[in-house]
C-alpha cells in the first residue's frame, strides 16, 4: 500500500459527460502528480500541483482541469468525455515539487462508452 | 523531450529462468528510476539510479546504470511468477518540473 488513495477504482460514463476523480496524497507529501495510462500512449503526464498551486503542465487537453485543494488532496475533471479518453488514471505524491520517489495511487479505470 | 526505448517489449519464460531488460535513450539521464506495475495496480518504485556504472541490488534483481548514464538493465535471476509485471523505466522531465517520462515498459510473464 503506497499510502496514496484514489476513487472511485472504476468508472463508466458515456460519451459527452463529465466526471471527477478523486486524490489523496500520503501523509506529508505536497505534490500531486496526473498520469493517464492507455494502452497504446503508455503512461503519459497530465498535470502536477505543489502545495496547492499548478507546477507543471503535460499532455493534458482542455477539455481536462485539475486542482489541489488546500488539504492537499486533488481532483481531476474531465468533461466532454470522448470514447478516445478510456484509460487508466493514476495519481502519484512526493513529498517536494521535484522527488525522485513518487508514489502511485491504484489508479481510476476510465471506460467511456 | 527525451524518449526512453525499452526492450523487449513482451517476455514470457519459465519459472527458474534468468532474464535481462534494457531501458535506452538518445541523451544522458540525470537518474534513472525502475518501477513495477502488475495488472490493476500502480507503477511501484523499485530503485533509483544516480551515478554511472553504479549497482543495485534488490534481492533477485540486479539493476545497472550505464558508464555513459545513456542506458540502464534490470536483471532477473531464478525468476518466479510472482515477478510478472510490467516493469517501467522513468526519468525526470527536466528543469524545475518534477514529472517523469516513462518508457513503455517490458511485459514480462513467469510461467510455473
Known amino acids: 500500500d503506497s499510502g496514496v488513495t484514489q476513487t472511485p477504482k472504476h468508472l463508466i460514463t458515456a460519451t459527452g459527460q463529465r466526471v471527477t476523480l478523486r486524490c489523496s496524497p500520503r501523509s506529508g507529501d505536497l505534490s500531486v502528480y496526473w498520469y493517464q495510462q492507455s494502452l497504446d500512449q503508455g503512461l503519459q503526464f497530465l498535470i502536477q500541483y505543489y502545495n496547492g498551486e499548478e507546477r507543471a503542465k503535460g499532455n493534458i487537453l482542455e477539455r481536462f482541469s485539475a486542482q489541489q485543494f488546500p488539504d492537499l488532496h486533488s481532483e481531476l475533471n474531465l468533461s466532454s468525455l470522448e470514447l478516445g479518453d478510456s484509460a487508466l488514471y493514476f495519481c502519484a505524491s512526493s513529498v517536494g515539487g521535484r522527488s525522485y520517489e513518487q508514489y502511485f495511487g491504484p489508479g481510476t479505470r476510465l471506460t467511456v462508452t | 523531450t527525451q524518449l526512453l526505448e525499452q526492450s523487449p517489449q513482451f517476455l514470457s519464460i519459465q519459472e527458474g529462468e534468468n532474464l535481462t531488460v534494457y531501458c535506452n535513450s538518445s541523451s544522458v539521464f540525470s537518474s534513472l528510476q525502475w518501477y513495477r506495475q502488475e495488472p490493476g495496480e500502480g507503477p511501484v518504485l523499485l530503485v533509483t539510479?544516480?551515478?554511472?556504472?553504479e549497482v543495485k541490488k534488490l534481492k533477485r534483481l540486479t539493476f545497472q546504470f550505464g558508464d555513459a548514464r545513456k542506458d540502464s538493465s534490470l536483471h532477473i535471476t531464478a525468476a518466479q511468477p510472482g515477478d510478472t509485471g510490467l516493469y517501467l523505466c522513468a526519468e525526470f522531465s527536466g528543469g524545475s518540473q518534477g514529472n517523469l517520462i516513462f518508457g513503455k515498459g517490458t511485459k514480462l510473464s513467469v510461467k510455473p
Open positions: 539510479v544516480v551515478t554511472g556504472g
